[in-house]
């Protein structure tokens, strides 16, 4: 084993070696001017709904007093529209959780994990919170952790997943320039769109393997007018 | 003449002849052309950061040794396993080791290249391991017992009647043409895989040496699962996909999804940093990471070192004349297109794929794409150098560039062989056009009329006009 790994690394060492040390690339500095995306204009609120809306993802923005209501609304339709009873995961650290859950209609068994894979591939919807969110691309992020699940915002067929104001970024840069290197998750996942492939003659579907639904639902201080599209 | 022609001119032939794979690749590939300028185009200085991009890969390939070291010691660090591989077969034995190690028996797969490049679904099937491909169109590539045609879109060469056919006869559902319910079909056939199984293999898209991150992006959360769900996750990458920091990777993923497919990211992009931690929910218990060679540094030891810099976007095959005209397979090699006529040939030999580097007009659009910067039409003109070099092009080809040379060294031979074809061709041609030109260059007539030459040669022409201004 050993000795297949010196025989790699020996080599790529002799390779590289083909150009002497002046002749080499020096490392450019990630210029923020060039790689930043500029957003003049609108809110980071209102840029993240439109960005998020334009790859798929369902936001809405709404103030803490609404979001059980608003909640309850989207399991309601969730749970319409299934044929068999349909259970809801809920993260064990969501935002406004007991809020949240009284809010959850009567229809909808609410499920903490841990939870069987009988149950997992049973639910009809996981409701997480998020670890960011990021305007320019219109995306949340994930990740691992004690009481966040990786399969609960993957494998029901709804993903509901709550973000507060001041967790949205600028830009992609902002999270991955700032990411702490000796402290990272085993997975973080940037969300930008629900399940998606065109593989079939180019045409979209959604909900291949991972949800293909997908709410975000942005909590805003109380006051401000609901920017969500669509209403 | 010699006609017998080369694998490949007849696999271009019959893929002429194709008109449903023509109409196919033709649908797709300006869609996705349209698809890359609209996503190219919402970046404010799309050229600065290709030019970045560019060089941050560069960076790293001449510093390469620095920076794997570097990468396999932090992902070390995290409790991950690396093994490395100089060639395919022992990157083949490293897996199957691995599943032999911990028993693992029912393998998913999401799409990689560098898999599909080392032929590990057969070793590993082979040492008794079932192997399911899951992205939707490497399934469909493998229930068909067919082979994928594109790096970033398998089956753009497939309808969906030839799918609808393979899903009756191999998954028992009822015959649909309805795209929406065959991508149903595969969910809840996967679905039952995906909740026995226990190996998960994927690529890798970039490493980061820094933190020892592996970034994969994918867009059907196939890709999630397989590193998600499974007891083990291996990852298999070239030594090329490193990038030295994080955030370099804002840099690359800002360009690559917008390249291939015009999307701002794809759906889902995973950063794994190692295993599962002790306290984490869920997710594998062990992590481990193939570092193949395989040609690789031979590359990098030498001229052609910046095709090493590749992402595999796809945008250089959407853009090319010649894949969309004739599709992947007709390339008969993992990496088709502009930079499969590069790699092919470096990563196995140049008498392997003597008909590639060839089988370009130079037209530079695989160079004005590319997210990286890589000068595909520099390096083509440089392989067929060597392949003069090496022999490798035909007798007949070598003695024809020779008489080329000839007559571009000696412009009064230049002027007697123009004013010898000028005259042969006029006197061949009817009402302006030559239908059938003599000796070789009937092999330009076989497949189109020539519009006969002017009475007179532009040179001459431009010399006696400027006689003509001259003052008298």
């Given at each position: 084993?050993?000795?297949?790994?010196?025989s790699?690394?020996a080599?790529?060492?002799?390779?590289?070696?083909?150009l002497?040390p002046?002749?080499?690339?020096?490392?450019?500095p990630?210029?923020?001017?060039?790689?930043?995306?500029?957003?003049?204009?609108?809110?980071?609120?209102?840029?993240?709904?439109?960005r998020a809306?334009?790859?798929?993802?369902?936001?809405a923005?709404?103030?803490?007093?609404?979001?059980?209501r608003?909640?309850?609304?989207?399991?309601?339709?969730?749970?319409?529209?299934?044929?068999?009873p349909?259970?809801?995961?809920?993260?064990?650290?969501l935002?406004?959780?007991?809020?949240?859950?009284?809010?959850?209609?009567?229809?909808?068994?609410?499920?903490?994990?841990?939870?069987s894979?009988?149950?997992l591939?049973a639910?009809?919807?996981?409701?997480?919170g998020?670890?960011?969110?990021?305007?320019?691309t219109?995306?949340?992020?994930c990740?691992?952790?004690?009481?966040?699940?990786?399969?609960?915002?993957?494998v029901?067929p709804?993903?509901?997943?709550?973000?507060?104001?001041e967790?949205?970024?600028?830009?992609?840069?902002?999270?991955?320039?700032?990411?702490?290197?000796e402290?990272l998750?085993a997975?973080?996942?940037?969300?930008?769109?629900?399940?998606?492939?065109?593989?079939?003659?180019?045409i979209?579907?959604?909900?291949v393997?991972?949800?293909g639904?997908?709410?975000?639902?942005?909590v805003?201080?109380?006051?401000?007018?609901?920017?969500?599209p669509?209403? | 003449?010699n006609?017998?022609?080369?694998?490949?001119?007849t696999?271009?032939?019959a893929?002429l002849?194709?008109?449903?794979l023509?109409?196919?690749?033709?649908?797709?590939?300006?869609?996705?052309?349209?698809?890359?300028?609209?996503?190219?185009?919402?970046l404010?200085?799309?050229?600065a950061l290709?030019?970045?991009?560019?060089?941050i890969?560069?960076?790293t390939?001449?510093?390469?040794?620095t920076?794997?070291?570097?990468?396999?010691?932090?992902?070390?660090?995290?409790g991950?396993?690396?093994?490395?591989?100089?060639?395919?077969?022992?990157?083949?034995?490293?897996?199957t080791?691995?599943?032999?190690?911990?028993?693992?028996?029912?393998?998913?797969?999401?799409?990689?290249?560098?898999?599909?490049?080392?032929?590990?679904?057969?070793a590993l099937?082979?040492?008794?391991?079932q192997?399911?491909?899951?992205?939707?169109?490497?399934?469909?590539?493998?229930?068909?017992?067919?082979?994928?045609?594109?790096i970033?879109?398998?089956?753009?060469?497939?309808?969906?009647?030839?799918?609808a056919?393979?899903?009756?006869?191999?998954?028992?559902?009822?015959?649909t043409?309805?795209?929406q319910?065959?991508?149903?079909?595969?969910?809840?056939?996967l679905?039952?895989?995906f909740?026995?199984?226990?190996?998960?293999?994927?690529?890798?898209n970039?490493?980061?040496?820094?933190?020892g991150?592996?970034?994969l992006?994918?867009n059907?959360?196939?890709?999630r699962?397989?590193l998600?769900?499974?007891?083990?996750?291996?990852?298999?990458?070239?030594?090329?996909?490193?990038?030295?920091?994080?955030?370099?990777?804002?840099?690359?993923l800002?360009?690559?999804?917008?390249?291939?497919t015009?999307?701002?990211?794809?759906?889902?992009t995973?950063?794994?940093?190692g295993?599962?931690?002790?306290d984490?929910a869920?997710?594998?218990?062990?992590?481990?990471?193939v570092?193949?060679?395989?040609?690789?540094s031979?590359?990098?030891?030498?001229p052609?070192?910046?095709?090493?810099?590749?992402?595999?976007?796809?945008?250089c095959?959407?853009?090319?004349p010649v894949?969309?005209k004739?599709?992947?397979?007709?390339?008969?090699?993992?990496?088709?297109?502009?930079?499969?006529?590069?790699?092919?040939?470096?990563?196995a030999?140049?008498?392997?794929y003597?008909?590639?580097?060839?089988?370009s007009?130079?037209?530079?659009?695989?160079r004005?794409?590319?997210?990286?910067r890589?000068?595909?039409?520099?390096?083509?003109?440089r392989?067929?150098?060597?392949?003069?070099r090496?022999r490798?092009?035909?007798?007949?080809?070598?003695?024809?560039?020779?008489?080329?040379?000839?007559?571009?060294?000696?412009?009064?031979l230049?002027?007697?062989g123009?004013?010898?074809a000028r005259?042969?061709?006029?006197?061949?041609s009817?009402?302006g056009?030559?239908?059938?030109?003599?000796?070789?260059?009937?092999?330009i007539?076989?497949?189109?009329?020539l519009?006969?030459?002017?009475?007179?040669?532009?040179?001459t022409?431009?010399?006696?006009?400027?006689k003509?201004?001259?003052?008298?």
């Open positions: 084993m050993n000795a297949l790994r010196e790699v690394l080599g790529v060492r002799v390779a590289a070696d083909y002497p002046s002749a080499r690339e020096p490392l450019p990630v210029t923020p001017d060039i790689v930043r995306q500029p957003t003049t204009g609108v809110g980071l609120v209102e840029l993240f709904c439109q809306a334009a790859v798929g993802l369902r936001p923005v709404v103030t803490e007093s609404a979001l059980p608003h909640i309850g609304e989207l399991l309601r339709k969730a749970a319409s529209a299934q044929a068999a349909c259970g809801v995961l809920v993260e064990p650290d935002p406004w959780r007991e809020l949240i859950l009284a809010a959850v209609p009567d229809s909808v068994n609410v499920l903490t994990p841990p939870v894979d009988e149950q591939f639910v009809g919807a996981g409701i997480s998020v670890a960011a969110a990021v305007a320019e219109g995306s949340i992020v990740v691992s952790g004690p009481s966040r699940w990786r399969s609960l915002s993957l029901p709804v993903h509901i997943a709550v973000v507060r104001e967790q949205i970024l600028p830009d992609l840069l902002d999270l991955l320039a700032t990411a702490p290197p402290n998750p997975q973080l996942v940037v969300i930008t769109g629900p399940s998606k492939t065109a593989d079939i003659e180019g979209l579907i959604t909900g393997h991972g949800p639904e997908v709410h975000v639902v942005v805003t201080a109380e006051g401000e007018i609901d920017r969500s669509g209403t | 003449m006609d017998a022609l080369s694998p490949f001119r696999a271009v032939a893929a002849a194709d008109a449903g023509r109409a196919a690749l033709y649908s797709a590939t300006s869609n996705k052309q349209a698809v890359h300028k609209t996503g190219i185009d919402q404010h200085d799309a050229d290709r030019e970045l991009a560019g060089s890969k560069q960076h390939l001449d510093h390469l040794d920076y794997l070291s570097q990468f396999v010691a932090r992902v070390e660090d995290r991950g396993h690396v093994h490395f591989a100089p060639t395919a077969g022992e990157a083949c034995v490293a897996l080791r691995i599943a032999r190690q911990h028993g693992l028996r029912l393998c998913v797969k999401a799409k990689s290249m560098t898999t599909e490049e080392i032929g590990l679904t057969a099937e082979a040492d008794g391991v192997v399911v491909e899951t992205d939707l169109g490497e399934f469909i590539v493998q229930i068909d017992h067919d082979r994928p045609s594109h970033v879109t398998p089956i753009i060469h497939k309808n969906r009647r030839v799918i056919r393979a899903f009756e006869r191999e998954l028992g559902v009822a015959y043409e309805d795209p319910e065959l991508t149903q079909h595969a969910r809840r056939h679905r039952d895989i909740r026995r199984c226990d190996l998960g293999i994927t690529g890798v970039f490493a980061v040496a820094e933190t991150t592996i970034c992006c994918t059907e959360g196939n890709g699962l397989t998600t769900r499974p007891r083990v996750h291996v990852a298999v990458m070239g030594i090329e996909k490193l990038v030295p920091r994080m955030q370099d990777l804002a840099v690359f800002k360009l690559l999804a917008r390249s291939g015009g999307q701002p990211l794809t759906c889902y995973s950063l794994i940093t295993p599962r931690r002790a984490d869920d997710g594998p218990a062990e992590l481990h990471v570092i193949v060679d395989n040609g690789r031979d590359i990098l030891a030498g052609y070192r910046q095709i090493l810099r590749c992402i595999r976007c796809g945008a095959l959407n853009a090319c894949y969309s004739i599709g992947g397979h007709a390339y008969d090699s993992v990496y088709p297109g502009p930079v499969g006529k590069v790699l092919s040939p470096l990563l030999t140049l008498a392997r003597p008909d590639l580097p060839q089988a007009s130079l037209c530079g659009l695989c004005e794409v590319c997210p990286v890589i000068d595909i039409p520099g390096l083509l003109v392989l067929r150098r060597d392949q003069v090496q490798v092009v035909g007798r007949t080809h070598r003695r024809l560039f020779q008489w080329a040379g000839l007559l571009l060294r000696y412009p009064a230049y002027r007697l123009q004013g010898l005259a042969v061709l006029r006197r061949r009817e009402e056009w030559v239908r059938q030109a003599p000796a070789l260059m009937r092999r007539t076989d497949l189109h009329d519009r006969a030459p002017a009475p007179q040669s532009f040179r022409l431009w010399t006696r006009s400027r003509d201004e001259r003052p008298a």
